[in-house]
């Protein structure tokens, strides 16, 4: 039996199979996460919970935006972050402009504080020009985001 629920849940992984797009999340594209979208919430669901055991129940989860810290240890034994902040989890079912761009918001936000030892909240804006960066920013990745998207949806049709 246990075989067979193994089998069961590498065909659905297998049949909705998720779409893999990197999406900067600055104009200067220093930073970057990526942006995985699945055919259905249920397929979205077992890749967050394989990927991201922390979070202990998906069921109203309509996308998730994954942040994390990606090091690497240079020779001289230096340790340097790599520009990768995080994972998007979308499915195409609630694939609106609503879910999409909330999601990508949290990704801009840690992205613009993903910086070596420095805290990540609160988030503060002091200036004009600061929230325009931001909304410039934001502007760059969803803009990126639905190209990728609407060429992929009439690539299939």
Known sequence: KKQ????ANWLILITNMHRRKKIFLNERKTRYCYV???ADK????IAMKKECPGIVDYKYTLGLHHAYIRLFVTKDHKT???PETGTIYLCKEHCGAGVAT???MHAILWAYKHKKNKRQYPITINTMRQEEILLRNFT???RQFYTWYWKTEKQKK
């Open 36 to 38: 995985k979208l699945y």
């Open 80 to 82: 340097k972050y790599i």
């Open 102 to 104: 909330h999601e990508i």
């Open 42 to 45: 249920s397929a979205m669901q």
């Open 4 to 7: 067979e629920h193994n089998t």
């Open 140 to 142: 760059f990745a969803v």
